[in-house]
């Protein structure tokens, strides 16, 4: 997996998962667009889990499943 540039004053509007592909695109607040693909479904599963701990805790954060 690739490491995220740390932003400042930037957060994350949305989030973008796609199952087949184990891809997430992640669209901060600037316009700012990171991709991440998982390399196993492992990987997948734990950044999965992550993403919907995220839009439970922020009700902002739109999860989009594609």
């Not at 592909?21 to 600037?30: A, C, E, V, W, Y």
């Amino acid at each position: 997996m690739e490491s995220f540039p740390k932003f400042q004053d930037e957060y994350v509007d949305r989030v973008e998962i796609s199952l087949t592909k184990r891809l997430f695109k992640i669209f901060g607040s600037d316009g700012h667009v990171q991709e991440l693909l998982c390399d196993t479904s492992d990987q997948f599963m734990k950044v999965l889990e992550v993403s919907k701990m995220a839009e439970e805790i922020d009700s902002e954060i739109k999860v989009v499943y594609v």
